[in-house]
Structures are given as structure tokens and as C-alpha cells.
């Protein structure tokens, strides 16, 4: 049973602190979306990458965030410093181009 | 801008009606709009793509439609149960067809017995 693995489920840091957040895509899939959800905003788009190349970051804060997909089976999000409106859950999704988005189950991030 | 709006009220609904969920856009054209249903706690899951050429799409009780005129989506939940209760997302490829996916707020759906 194909799924993307998102790790951790939940953490609680501290402010300034660096977090990494790790997504395994399902095998096979080229394109990968890394998404943040509160209730405010609801899902925003962070990034999203095709055959590991970056298309599109837009929606990243730059000075703290930053995305990569080391390879095929890991991309990484990562903030530093954290800072407590970071606080939200992270969802990885991947897929093949133009085609129906598989999520994780999210990362929640709390930090205090 | 671009925008994409559900109804952010809950839409209460009796069992065994019929729930029809709107998405409107504007300033995009996108090559095809998708259905995403979420619990909470956990991470949306697809239910209907329908591509900007296609009018309507039909699973099981699901029904979508797609005016690219009007630039608006209908999601429609026919003979709803209590099970259906849940948030429904609509996304948008945007800009058209570079598989970027953007989602509007989502509308909650409860079904009452």
C-alpha cells in the first residue's frame, strides 16, 4: 500500500530552534508539493519540485525556509530559526504531473 | 489577484440530501480542477479531477461540474450519509497545466442522521 511518509508526526520546539521536517514520496512519483495549514490560511503552497529540481518556491519565506530533495525518495523542509507563527501543520504531497496529489499525514509544528 | 473561494460557513445538511460545495475563481485558467476531501487530523484525499474541456464527472455519488465561463466548480454529494461529514477542498492547477496546485479554504460538511 503506496503512501508518502512524513517524519516527524508532531513537534514541539522551542523558538530559534532549527526544525527538519522529512517526506518519503510514493515510488515513482516526480512531483512533489510541500504545504502548510492553519485556519487562517488554510493550505498554502510552500514549494514544489519535478524530478527533484525546484519549479517553484514562491511561497516560502526565504530568509528562514528553505526546501530540497536530496534525492529521489527524501525531500526536506526546513526552518531556521523557528519562530512561533511557524507554528502549523506541514503536509508533503506527491504525484505524477497533473494528476490527483497524495498527502501525508502532516507534521505539526509547535513552537513556543 | 488570483482567488479561489468556497463558503466558509458550514453546510449543514439531513441525511439522504443532496450537498452541493461551490468553488469559485477568478484570475485563473486553469487545465483542470480537483476535489480533495479532509478529516481532521489527517491529510486531504483526492476524489475527482475534471479537466477545463470536460463539463461534468460522475463516482458513485459524486457529481462535479466545471464552468470555465463562469469559473466556478460544483461538488455535489448525492443521498449524503452521516460518513460524508467532512472538509471538502477544491484546487486548482494554476498557472494552467505546470502542475502547480493551489487549494482554496475548504467548506465542512455535516450530514445529520
Known amino acids: 500500500d503506496a503512501r508518502v511518509t512524513q517524519t516527524p508526526r508532531d513537534k514541539v520546539t522551542e523558538m530559534g530552534q532549527e526544525v527538519t521536517m522529512r517526506c518519503q514520496p510514493i515510488?515513482?512519483?516526480?512531483?512533489v508539493f510541500w504545504y502548510r495549514q492553519t485556519m487562517m490560511q488554510g493550505l498554502e503552497l510552500l514549494a514544489y519540485?519535478?524530478?527533484?529540481?525546484?519549479?517553484?518556491d514562491s511561497g516560502m519565506p526565504k530568509d528562514r525556509f528553505s526546501a530540497e530533495m536530496p534525492d529521489a525518495t527524501l525531500a526536506t523542509l526546513k526552518i531556521q530559526p523557528s519562530e512561533p507563527r511557524d507554528s502549523a501543520v506541514y503536509f508533503c504531497?506527491?504525484?505524477?504531473?497533473?494528476?490527483?496529489?497524495?498527502f501525508g499525514q502532516g507534521t505539526r509544528l509547535t513552537v513556543v | 489577484s488570483q482567488k479561489i473561494e468556497q463558503n466558509s460557513e458550514a453546510l449543514n445538511i439531513q441525511e439522504g440530501k443532496t450537498a452541493t460545495l461551490t468553488c469559485n475563481y477568478t484570475?485563473?485558467?486553469?487545465?483542470?480542477l480537483q476535489w480533495y476531501r479532509q478529516d481532521p487530523g489527517r491529510g486531504p484525499v483526492f476524489l475527482l479531477l475534471?479537466?477545463?474541456?470536460?463539463k461534468e464527472k460522475r463516482k458513485e455519488r459524486l457529481k462535479v461540474t466545471f464552468d470555465t465561463t463562469l469559473k466556478q466548480s460544483l461538488f455535489h454529494i448525492t443521498a449524503s450519509q452521516p460518513a460524508d461529514s467532512a472538509t471538502y477542498l477544491c484546487?486548482?492547477?494554476?498557472?494552467?497545466?505546470?502542475?502547480?496546485?493551489?487549494f482554496g479554504q475548504g467548506t465542512t460538511l455535516q450530514v445529520k442522521p
Open positions: 484546487a486548482l492547477s494554476a498557472p494552467s497545466n505546470t502542475g502547480k496546485l493551489i
Open positions: 515510488l515513482g512519483h516526480n512531483t
Open positions: 484570475n485563473y485558467s486553469p487545465a483542470y
Open positions: 504531497a506527491s504525484g505524477q504531473p497533473n494528476t490527483e496529489a497524495f
Open positions: 519540485f519535478r524530478n527533484r529540481a525546484p519549479l517553484d
Open positions: 475534471i479537466r477545463e474541456n470536460e
